[in-house]
């Protein structure tokens, strides 16, 4: 009895060690090795931009087994591609084509660089760099200007050679255009030529484009400027991918009438019932005449006008394009700056509990972007510096909230755009006014505290302060 249990004993400690042996539950340990990269070559000594390029690679490892092969095309420092590739065994080879696109910003006679890392399956890795392939600037000794809809393109000079600045003169057009900038043209009527390089709208800015990619119109740039009466000039940065335009700039009005100047139910606004609006240009110092609206120092915009008369005040912002909105059942003109206009140039308001600085006052705003009844533009007054002017009022809350219902935040931007706000926790601020922590940064008041009357603010990015001082 003793030897059949030392037996089975026996057969199942045999039986344990085979298991712990098991060659799946074992990590094999390699001795040390670096990988090599036994060949790198590029097929092209030269390629033109929009080439592609043709790698072939050899890697080996004689003692432990190969893991991975990390690959990245690199033009002037930028990265044009890159692929981590599975490598395995003791020897590989691998085989790629990459393209490389003609972008902004790609100088001549530039290398184009490879860099390869090989890992093995203990993590040694070898590196290496190819840079035995030359990148030249497709050349094309004509650029044309093709506008959307004409009989035929227009010739730009070159202007500046070392630069690659194309320019013309002397042009005919509004205030926008649209069109592709074609380095060959059909004759004899000068129409785009697509066998030849094509600029056009690539993503946000302008790139080279085709007719295959892209539809005729998809593919073409728009280019606005609304401060000038046309556009007579027209710059392209060939090098850097950039478009100006330039002519006679808008001269700043000096009457306004709200009703005959300003349209009824503007687009702009989500919400326009009752306004009449427009973008007009207002010079910085400029006395305007106004008509159809009475009592200035009530019924204009405080931070972007001096009253100098009966009917005329001075315009306190920055030579500009703006919007003019006339809250017709108010007698009221709101000015605010464009609004795609972004920080550092404008800051945006947005809340409750503030309204126009216009008696008889009233709290007229909400969480909403749709018109001026809902939000406020400041003004620039300084290098970070921006004011604006409003009337507030607090009321206590209804519910357990121990902030009153005045309440907004200041935005970078016109409209929802989270991560681009200005927190005001960070800031000093004027009593009672507070900037609590972990309420987005919003301006408060305790929902006891009583308040009723105008305040202009001023917004210290430089000092990070935050100052209210009652007018009314």
Not at 35 to 45: G, L, Q, S
Not at 358 to 384: C, E, F, H, M, V
Not at 407 to 417: N, Q, V
Not at 435 to 455: F, I, R
């Amino acid at each position: 009895m003793k030897n059949t249990f030392k037996y089975i004993l026996i057969a199942g400690l045999s039986t344990f060690l085979w298991a712990c042996t098991n060659p799946e539950d074992v990590v094999v340990r390699y001795a040390a090795s670096t990988p090599k990269i036994d060949t790198a070559v590029v097929k092209e000594a030269q390629i033109t931009y929009g080439d592609s390029i043709h790698l072939k690679i050899a890697v080996s490892d004689k003692v432990a087994p190969l893991s991975t092969l990390v690959l990245r095309v690199v033009c002037n420092n930028e990265v044009v591609t890159s692929e981590t590739i599975r490598t395995k065994g003791n020897s590989m080879s691998i085989n790629r084509t990459f393209k490389v696109p003609f972008v902004a910003n790609r100088p001549d006679n530039t290398p184009v660089k490879i860099y390869l890392t090989e890992t093995n399956v203990s993590g040694i890795t070898k590196d290496s760099i190819i840079s035995t392939t030359i990148a030249k600037r497709p050349a094309f000794p004509e650029l044309w200007l093709v506008t959307d809809g004409t009989a035929r393109g227009v010739k730009l000079d070159l202007t500046d050679p070392v630069n690659l600045i194309y320019s013309i003169k002397g042009l005919t057009f509004g205030t926008t255009i649209s069109y592709k900038l074609a380095t060959k043209v059909k004759t004899p009527f000068k129409k785009l030529d697509w066998s030849g390089l094509v600029f056009g709208k690539v993503g946000d800015g302008v790139g080279v484009t085709d007719s295959i990619s892209n539809s005729v119109s998809n593919a073409s740039i728009i280019t606005t400027d609304a401060t000038l009466v046309g556009i007579s000039e027209f710059t392209f940065d060939a090098l850097k991918f950039t478009v100006k335009v330039g002519g006679k700039l808008l001269e700043p009005v000096t009457t306004l009438d709200v009703i005959a100047d300003l349209l009824l139910n503007p687009a702009s606004l989500g919400s326009p019932t009752g306004f009449r609006g427009g973008n007009i240009y207002f010079g910085e110092g400029v006395e305007v005449t106004f008509s159809n609206i009475t009592n200035l120092a009530n019924n204009l915009s405080p931070d972007y006008f001096q009253v100098t008369g009966t009917n005329t005040a001075k315009f306190l912002g920055k030579t500009g394009l703006y919007k003019a909105y006339f809250l017709t059942t108010a007698n009221y003109l709101y000015i605010e700056p464009q609004p795609e206009a972004l920080y550092p140039d404008v800051v945006w308001v947005c809340g409750t509990g503030f309204g126009r600085p216009q008696s008889p006052y009233a709290s007229t705003s909400s969480w909403n972007w749709n018109s001026p009844l809902d939000y406020y533009a400041t003004r620039k007054i300084a290098n970070g510096i921006y004011q604006v002017t409003m009337y507030c009022k607090n009321e206590p809350s209804t519910d357990t909230n121990i902030y009153g219902k005045c309440d907004f935040k200041f935005f970078h931007k016109r409209g929802w755009w989270d991560g681009h706000e200005l927190w005001v926790d960070t800031y000093t601020l004027t009593p009672p006014f507070l900037g609590p922590t972990g309420v987005g940064g919003n301006v408060k008041l305790l929902s006891a505290t009583v308040l009723d009357g105008v305040y202009r603010f001023t917004v210290n990015e430089n000092d990070k302060t935050f100052t209210a001082v009652k007018l009314n």
